[in-house]
């Protein structure tokens, strides 16, 4: 795709990682068909139906077992709606985690693009390394824009 319409797709994706209620970390996804049409989005988030308060939200070792990733929202929500991600470019805030990435694979998702001025934090440094080096195996295009 044009660097066009991958500065337009991040820029969705950020807009569409505003709506996470996550305190520390707002993560946003577009999904993007061969054609540039939207297939689906997701942010950070708790599942449906589980209340997310700020108590919960503020607390890690609450938070971490509940939340959602953008990535895996994007991913569930085209399943439950009978969408196919299978050859689709994947437009995120950040780089994926390894948890992620694994999902990503196996929905068929055959590139992913993130901006290229993206400060990861220390913590997750290692992750995102495991993540990059699964996408290049797997064959997945990885790209900063």
């Known amino acids: 795709m044009s660097e066009k319409w991958d500065r337009r797709f991040l820029e969705l994706a950020q807009h569409i990682s505003e709506w996470s209620k996550d305190p520390s970390t707002k ?4 999904v993007v068909g061969e054609d540039r049409e939207i297939r689906s989005t997701g942010f950070n988030g708790f599942p449906r139906g589980i209340e997310d308060d700020s108590e919960r939200l503020e607390d890690r070792e609450q938070k971490y ?4 990733h953008a990535e895996e929202n994007a991913i569930m929500h085209a399943a439950r709606i009978g969408i196919s991600l299978k050859g689709n470019t994947a437009y995120v805030t950040w780089p994926p985690c390894s948890r992620c990435t694994r999902s990503l694979i196996q929905a068929g998702v055959n590139e992913v693009v993130f901006p290229a001025d993206v400060e990861v934090p220390e913590r997750w440094q290692t992750d995102f390394d495991i993540a990059i080096a699964m996408m290049n195996e797997a064959e997945i295009s990885v790209r900063q824009a």
């Not at 993560?27 to 577009?30: A, F, K, P, S, Y």
């Not at 077992?65 to 959602?68: D, G, K, M, Q, S």
């Open 27 to 30: 993560v946003g996804c577009v």
């Open 65 to 68: 077992p509940l939340i959602c």
